[in-house]
């Protein structure tokens, strides 16, 4: 169960990021 969890936030926190890179190349 805790191994899914921590792919989960793995999985969440990449997506951020992957969010955030777009917004600055948009944005710019």
Same mark, same amino acid.
């Given at each position: 169960?805790?191994?899914?969890?921590?792919?989960?936030?793995?999985?969440? *926190? *990449?997506t #951020?990021?992957? #969010? /955030?890179?777009?917004?600055?190349r948009? *944005? /710019?």
């Amino acid at each position: 169960m805790e191994q899914v969890s921590d792919n989960s936030v793995l999985k969440a *926190g *990449g997506t #951020i990021d992957g #969010i /955030h890179a777009s917004t600055n190349r948009f *944005g /710019h």
